[in-house]
C-alpha cells in the first residue's frame, strides 16, 4: 500500500479547511441577502478581500507580488471567479446552503470529464457511469415537476459549468504561478468587476450585525481561496477532490444551525449519490494516473 506524502497530506488538510471557510461564507451569505442587496454583498465581499490581501503582502512584497508569466490567465481567473461567486450569490438568495451545496459539486464530476477530454484521453464506461449518477442525483435534488422544483436553480447549474473552468485553470497556474500573486490579482479584479454594478445597487448598511457578517464574508472569501490555491500547488486535483464533498456536510450543518432547515429524505439521497459518484470518479483517476506510472516488470 502506497502512503500518501507528506506533502499531498497538506495538500488535503488545506482542501478540507478551504470546504469549511467556503460552506460559512455561504451561510452567512444566505443569512445577508435577505438583508441587502446581493450585488452590494458581492462587491463588500471582493473589496474585503483585495483590501485584507493587499495590507498583508505589500509590505513584504511591494511590486513584486504583481510579477506574472500569464496576465491574460490572471485576468480570465479572476473573472471567472467573479461570476461564480454572482451565481453563487443568487443561488443562496432562493436555496437552502445544503442542496445549493451538492449541485455545485457536480463540477468535480465534469472536471474529471474535461481534464479526459483536453488529454484526448478514452473515457471508460465506469466513468461515465459516475457521471450519470452524478447527474441522477442532482436530478433527485431539484425534483423537475414537483413542487420542490423552481426555475432559480438553473443559477448553480450554470456555476457548474463556470466552476469547473476555474477549478481547471487554478490547477495548471498553481504550478507556475505564486499563489499570493493569484490571490491578489483575484481580489482585485473582482473587486474591479463588482464596482461596476455598485452605483445601480448602493445602500448604506444601518445596521452592526450587517456590517460584521460583510466582513465575515470578505474574511472567509480570503482565507478559504488562499487555502484553495495552497492545496493545489501540493497534491493533483483528482487526489484532493473527494475531500472536497465534506463542504457538503459543512453546508448542510450551517443551514441547521442557522435557518434550523433540514433536507428531506430524497434530497439527502441526492446529496449522498452526487458526492459518492464523485468522489469514486476522482479515485479511478488516481487509480488509472498510479497503473500509468508504475515500471513495467521485466
Not at 443561488?91 to 451545496?101: A, D, H, N, R
Not at 479584479?189 to 466582513?215: D, K, N, S
Not at 479511478?284 to 506510472?293: G, H, M, Q, S, Y
Request: with cysteine.
Amino acid at each position: 500500500m502506497i502512503k500518501p506524502s507528506k506533502n499531498t497530506l497538506h495538500g488535503i488538510g488545506f482542501a478540507v479547511l478551504a470546504t469549511a471557510c467556503f460552506a460559512t461564507l455561504d451561510t452567512t451569505t444566505r443569512h445577508i441577502s435577505a438583508s441587502m442587496s446581493v450585488l452590494l454583498a458581492l462587491w463588500f465581499r471582493y473589496a474585503i478581500q483585495a483590501v485584507i490581501t493587499t495590507a498583508i503582502v505589500w509590505p513584504g512584497r511591494g511590486r513584486k507580488v504583481l510579477m506574472t508569466k500569464h496576465p491574460r490567465f490572471q485576468l480570465a481567473r479572476g473573472l471567472l471567479l467573479f461570476v461564480c461567486s454572482m451565481l453563487a450569490f443568487y443561488s443562496l438568495k432562493y436555496m437552502p446552503v445544503g442542496e445549493f451545496t451538492a449541485i455545485a459539486l457536480l463540477a468535480p464530476l465534469v472536471i474529471t470529464l474535461l481534464a479526459a477530454r483536453m488529454l484526448k484521453e478514452k473515457i471508460r464506461p465506469l466513468r461515465w457511469m459516475l457521471v450519470t449518477g452524478g447527474f441522477l442525483g442532482t436530478l433527485v435534488i431539484i425534483r423537475p415537476g414537483s413542487h420542490h422544483f423552481d426555475w432559480t436553480v438553473i443559477f448553480p447549474l450554470i456555476l457548474v459549468a463556470t466552476n469547473s473552468a476555474f477549478q481547471i485553470l487554478t490547477s495548471k497556474m498553481a504550478q507556475t504561478e505564486d499563489p499570493v500573486t493569484m490571490h491578489f490579482y483575484t481580489g482585485w479584479i473582482g473587486t474591479f468587476m463588482a464596482t461596476l454594478i455598485l452605483p445601480f445597487v448602493w445602500e448604506i448598511p444601518t445596521e452592526w450585525t450587517l456590517w460584521l457578517q460583510l466582513f465575515l464574508m470578505g474574511l472567509l472569501g480570503t482565507i478559504g481561496h488562499f487555502l484553495l490555491i495552497l492545496a493545489y500547488g501540493r497534491a493533483p486535483a483528482a487526489t484532493l477532490t473527494p475531500y472536497m464533498y465534506t463542504q457538503i456536510g459543512f453546508g448542510v450543518l450551517g443551514g441547521w444551525l442557522v435557518f434550523n432547515h433540514l433536507p428531506d429524505q430524497w434530497t439527502l439521497i441526492g446529496m449522498g449519490l452526487v458526492a459518492l459518484c464523485g468522489a469514486l470518479g476522482a479515485w479511478l483517476t488516481v487509480r488509472e494516473n498510479r497503473i500509468a506510472i508504475q515500471p513495467p516488470e521485466s
